[in-house]
């Protein structure tokens, strides 16, 4: 591999490339199942599973969906918070050589009938609290596109509500976990409970799949409106597991605080599946809370913690922050966002931690640079990760540029997807080749500074970042334009104190309609689409510019809100 600047930070234990394993990537847990079968794997709301009992669970429900009819390659739909559940449904589609199509648990209805149709979806499992929502979406579907199968979990089924104490669970999470809800009926499918799919005693199916079959189809959205499927394979997320284990320290003895969501790449890869593959401990999280997330810390002697900027600010802003015990920290880091200095200083002069931040995307199973854990650079991407060769280049020429000079951060490397499901246009469009090798266009715009570091200036696709989630203003505009009164919608970023960003829809409203609120429009948004997606601000404009071509001129809106 060329000597390139940042080798010089490289960290001297590491080789600058991995050989990942060639096995899929349900058998990491399968191994550490029998290496350390009473070790805790999860741990839950006061409930913990060995790993022994976790891998007995995949193979039943591996069992279970086989016998709905789950077939090499089939893919399922995933909704879960985290918990328990979602892991070991994970695990169980790709023991049956399926495809895991995860997805986040805030779409709505309307949103989520594009998950089912797009990877031609039979099956789905998901937690009582969403059923309801992906059962909507499949009745409303032509009977062809339908669901067959719909399997639902209980929190519940994970933990034993009477043995909760105050301190496993925050008292307003009561009307959320600890109800049993009823099943949703499915039209022209059937529901299945989780219990019983669990109780299958049916023998598991014959695994044949591959390191280079497809596992994973995590959506990203785009300009184009609807969301692209990445097609991983478990070759893809395996180098990344093994490569951030070694990259962090990650050893059986570790103990992972997941506080960021599994159904999101960095959830899963980063975290789920480097912990699965080492052996190591995950105290999980079903949503963020501070008070919890220090509890937890201390508890469990949590060693490694993945986040998002917003999530340590947050926990040092508790007033209770100095009575948690945070010393069995040794790793923080994370990405979506920059961690302000402020806030980096404090986590290294109180605690000793230096904020490691990294860089990826959904096309490439996580990371694709990090920072180098003993010489980091704050708001920076990090350096290429292991194995990766990233650049940056002039987008039109496709010549890397000089150092400090702004140009498109493009990615090759073991972990970089093989394209977009059913959609071979835009995949040969995120491609470029240089010297002989395929590299993925990102779509960020960067630069590499003088000892190698690379660092985002710029976007060249749309995107709004809130609080690590990626909005797409197409996205959200096409949905938008569903309101029987709105005419035109353009989706742009305004400036969110803790946020970072949040969405601002400019709405021109049809002529003679009833009268409408700022407020309707928003309530409208939040009831039809992921929470982090809808407009917080919705201002009324009488016209929205637009070019010689009628094209709306956004990125002068956008200009012109980051000047007010």
């Known amino acids: 591999m060329q000597t390139r600047p940042h080798h010089t930070f490289w960290p001297r234990r590491l080789p600058r490339a991995l050989h990942a394993a060639r096995t899929p990537l349900w058998d990491n847990l399968a191994v550490n ?34 016998a709905l009819g789950v077939r090499p390659g089939d893919r399922v739909l ?12 994970h695990f169980a589609i790709l023991r049956a050589d399926a495809v895991v199509v995860p997805v986040n648990p805030m ?7 594009h998950f089912i149709v797009d990877p031609d979806a039979q099956v789905a499992i998901a937690t009582a609290d969403l059923a309801v929502e992906i059962a909507k979406a499949s009745d409303a579907l032509p009977q062809a596109q339908q669901l ?8 519940t089924d ?22 049993r809800r009823e099943l949703p009926t499915l039209a022209g499918g059937t529901v299945h409970a989780w219990s019983e799919c669990v109780a299958c005693e049916g023998a598991p199916p014959v695994a044949s799949a591959d390191a280079d079959a497809l ?15 990445c097609m991983l394979s478990h070759a893809n997320a395996m180098h990344n597991a093994m490569a951030i284990n070694a990259w962090g320290n990650v050893t059986p003895q570790s103990i992972h605080l997941v506080a960021v ?21 995950a105290v999980l999280m079903p949503r963020w809370d501070r008070e919890l997330a220090g509890r937890l810390i201390a508890t469990h002697q949590v060693t490694h913690w993945a986040n998002i900027p917003t999530m340590v600010i ?23 966002a920059a961690m302000p200095q402020a806030v980096a200083q404090r986590l290294f002069e109180q605690y000793g931690l230096r904020y490691v931040e990294a860089y990826g995307l959904t096309e490439t199973a996580a990371p694709s640079h990090y920072n180098p854990p003993d010489a980091p650079k704050l708001q920076c991407l990090g350096i290429p990760f292991m194995s990766t060769d990233a650049r940056v280049i002039d987008p039109d020429t496709g010549r890397e540029v000089a150092p400090g000079a702004q140009g498109e951060i493009v990615i090759h490397g073991p972990q970089v997807f093989a394209g977009y499901w059913k959609r071979p246009a835009d995949t040969e469009a995120a491609f470029v080749e240089i010297d002989g090798k395929r590299f993925f266009r990102s779509g960020d715009t960067g630069h590499v500074d003088g000892e190698g570091y690379f660092f985002v200036t710029d976007r060249l696709k749309r995107m709004i970042n809130a609080s690590g989630f990626k909005v797409w203003p197409a996205e959200v505009e096409a949905l938008m334009f569903r309101h029987p009164a709105i005419q035109e919608a353009c989706v742009i970023a305004t400036r969110d104190a803790y946020r970072g960003e949040s969405v601002k829809a400019l709405v021109v409203l049809k002529p003679a309609q009833a009268p409408v609120s700022a407020q309707d429009i928003i309530d409208w948004c939040a009831a039809n689409m992921a929470a982090y997606k809808a407009p917080r601000v919705v201002q009324f404009v009488d016209a929205l510019p637009k070019s010689g071509s009628g094209k709306v001129m956004w990125r002068a809106l956008q200009e012109a809100e980051a000047a007010a």
């Open 314 to 336: 947050d926990l040092l802003a508790s007033p209770n922050v100095a009575r948690f015990d945070l010393s069995s920290l040794v790793a923080i880091g994370g990405g979506g």
């Open 158 to 179: 994970a933990f034993d509500a009477a043995a909760l104490s105050e301190q496993d669970m925050p008292a307003a999470w009561a009307p959320w976990l600890l109800p």
């Open 107 to 113: 779409n709505r209805a309307e949103e989520l009938k």
């Open 78 to 89: 995933l909704a879960m918070q985290n918990c328990p559940q979602l892991v070991i449904a």
């Open 261 to 281: 969501p599994m159904f999101h790449i960095t959830g899963m890869v980063g975290v789920m599946h480097t912990a699965m593959q080492v052996g190591a401990t």
């Open 33 to 66: 199942a029998r290496r350390f079968p009473g070790k805790a794997a999860l741990i839950f709301m006061g409930r913990t599973l060995s790993y022994a009992q976790l891998w007995a669970a995949v193979e039943r429900l591996s069992a279970g969906l086989h």
């Open 215 to 229: 596992a994973l189809l995590p959506y990203t959205s785009g300009t184009t409106g609807q969301p692209k499927g």
């Open 148 to 155: 067959r199968h719909l399997v639902v979990t209980q929190f």
